[in-house]
Structure formats: C-alpha cells, structure tokens
C-alpha cells in the first residue's frame, strides 16, 4: 500500500525557511517522479515543484530561485527547501507520486494528506 506522508509545516515569518519531507512506502520509491502541490483556501490547487527519476526538476514560477525540490532514494524521503518565503507561500502543502512524469500537471495517482505552511507579513 502506497504512502506518502509529509512534515515540516509550520508558521513563519516572511523571508524565513522552511524545509518540507514526504516519507515514502509500499512502492519503489526510485522509479516515481515526485512533486509538491499546494492549496490555498478558495484556490485550486497548483504544482509547486516536481523531481523525476532522473533527477530533472520542474518549478512553478512563482517559487524559482526560491525552492528547491530534492529527494533521497536511499531514505525514500522527497524534500522541498523553501526561503525567502512571502504571505502568498501560505498553503497546504501536499506531496504526489507517479510512475509517469507529469511535471507540475495534477494527474499524480497518489497523494500525501497534507502539511500546513502559513507565513505571515
């Protein structure tokens, strides 16, 4: 059984770090590519970054040169590295899985349940 399960959320200032992890089991976590969407209320959700198997990275615009997106396959572990972080960053963060490269679209198969970020002016 597929999971995915993300920490690190939490409430920051604007222009601070945050670094979010999705914990990976029940599949080869190697042969997915991997992204983060996030949600914020009243707006659909949108890809953040994504990272495929060969290490090729996507990011949405807004986050260039802000994100970064990482993963380990030796931990099974995905990460987002976030700074320089504004008040329009405040999101549910979630990670997806899927052993197609989707990029930034939405099609992933499996989804984490979510960490909050919110950072305040």
């Known amino acids: 059984q597929v999971q995915l399960v993300e920490s690190g959320g939490g409430s920051v200032q604007s222009g601070g770090s945050l670094r979010l992890s999705c914990s990976a089991s029940?599949?080869?976590?190697?042969?997915?590519?991997m992204a983060w969407f996030r949600q914020a209320p009243g707006k659909e959700r949108e890809g953040v970054a994504a990272?495929?198997?060969?290490?090729?990275?996507y990011y949405a615009d807004s986050v260039k040169g802000r994100f970064t997106i990482s993963r380990d396959n030796g931990k099974n572990t995905l990460y987002l590295q976030m700074n320089s972080l504004k008040p329009e960053d405040t999101a549910m963060y979630s990670c997806a899985a899927d052993p197609v490269d989707y990029g930034l679209w939405r099609p992933y198969t499996y989804w984490g349940q979510g960490t909050q970020v919110t950072v305040s002016s």
């Open positions: 029940g599949y080869t976590f190697s042969s997915y590519t």
């Open positions: 990272i495929n198997t060969y290490s090729h990275t």
